[in-house]
């Protein structure tokens, strides 16, 4: 199935994990796809496994004028886009009590602020009729411990994801969110966990899944994919959830 052949994508975040899943899918089926992330390496690294079309950008995903010299580089490009992912996220987690600023901005900056603004200025690189896919979280559903900051900063995401279709319809530009659940990515990795503690927490987590284990990075990418695609052009301002019955058993 060749869904995006003469299409271009923008995955941000797509340097690893469930980022390059998506842009291994898309890359896949057709598309020309264009990649962000911060670390240098891991993004020559995702280029070289995407192909010599492909393009990575090192972009900051908190900051505001990082996403102006975006959106500028793909125009000095001649680069327009028939879909984005927004991937590029943060997860910091803390108990309510012990949450602090600091903490709060590390998770809003990337996943709310971020962004919103990174999609605001992509709006004159966006064709009409371009899809935006989100990475949503099903924390914003299920109240989880010590999530609190996190999950918030998700379900900011998915009110987002209808009020921007709303406003950007008449372009026919659809919004939509994919919510995955326990996923195999490095983020597991990076919540500042000795092995012990991340292992202990990784079964407890799989133990509340009703399929019996993580999902991969390319369950999660075929969904996306779907959003992106012609064939849901009747979806929009919706969240599909992707977490093996997680939240909904």
């Known amino acids: 199935m060749q869904r995006f052949t003469g299409k ?6 797509g340097n690893s994990g469930i980022g390059l899943a998506a842009a291994k899918a898309y890359a896949d089926e057709g598309a020309r796809v264009v990649i962000t992330g ?4 891991s993004l020559a690294q995702a280029q070289a496994e995407l192909g010599p079309a492909a393009v990575a950008l090192r972009n900051d995903a908190a900051s505001l004028p990082a ?38 901005d590390a998770n809003f900056d990337v996943n709310v602020k971020g962004a919103y603004f990174q999609l605001q200025a992509l709006l004159p690189r966006l064709n009409d009729g371009a899809a935006i896919v989100i990475n949503g979280s099903i924390n ?26 709303a406003e950007l319809l008449p372009r026919g530009i659809r919004v939509n969110v994919v919510s995955p659940g326990p996923i195999s990515t490095p983020l597991y990795s990076k919540l500042g966990m000795d092995a012990a503690t991340l292992e202990a927490t990784a079964a407890q987590i799989q133990a509340q899944v009703p399929l019996g284990r993580f999902g991969s ?16 052009a009747f979806i929009v301002g919706s969240e599909i959830i992707v977490d093996g019955g997680m939240s909904q058993l």
Not at 38 to 41: F, N, W, Y
Not at 142 to 159: D, Q, R
């Open 8 to 13: 271009t994508v923008l995955v941000t975040g």
């Open 38 to 41: 911060r670390d240098t390496a």
């Open 67 to 104: 996403a102006r010299t975006l959106a500028d580089e793909l125009a000095t490009r001649g680069i327009d886009l028939d879909a984005v992912f927004i991937n590029a996220g943060a997860a910091k987690f803390a108990p309510f009590a012990e949450v602090d600023e600091t903490l709060w």
């Open 140 to 165: 914003a559903h299920i109240g989880m411990p010590g999530s609190s900051v996190y999950a918030a900063s998700k379900a900011a995401l998915i009110s987002l994801a209808k009020t921007l279709s």
């Open 217 to 232: 990075p390319e369950e999660l990418a075929s969904t996306v994919l779907h959003l992106s695609a012609r064939e849901s």
